[in-house]
């Protein structure tokens, strides 16, 4: 089995991502940088998750914001 140590989305649940995210920069910000409806009318973690697993296109924007987040805003 090929290891991931290099990938720092390896072992991150998609749910985990949203709610970071949501924590972090608030559904305000992030539908202004992603402009997806599960982000902008009465935005849940749960209507998220499901719109997001059915659309890669999406689900590739919200993991290239949350490497952004990690990124910036962890420490080492």
């Not at 290099?6 to 649940?13: F, S, T």
């Not at 924590?23 to 997806?36: F, L, P, R, S, T």
């Amino acid at each position: 089995m090929e290891t991931q140590k290099n990938n720092p989305l390896h072992g991150v649940k998609l749910e985990q991502i949203v709610t970071d995210l949501q924590a972090h920069y608030g559904w305000e910000y992030m539908a202004h940088q992603i402009n997806i409806r599960c982000f902008t009318h009465e935005p849940s973690v749960k209507s998220s998750l499901k719109f997001l697993r059915r659309t890669p296109w999406a689900r590739t924007k919200v993991e290239n914001m949350y490497l952004y987040y990690l990124k910036n805003n962890r420490k080492s």
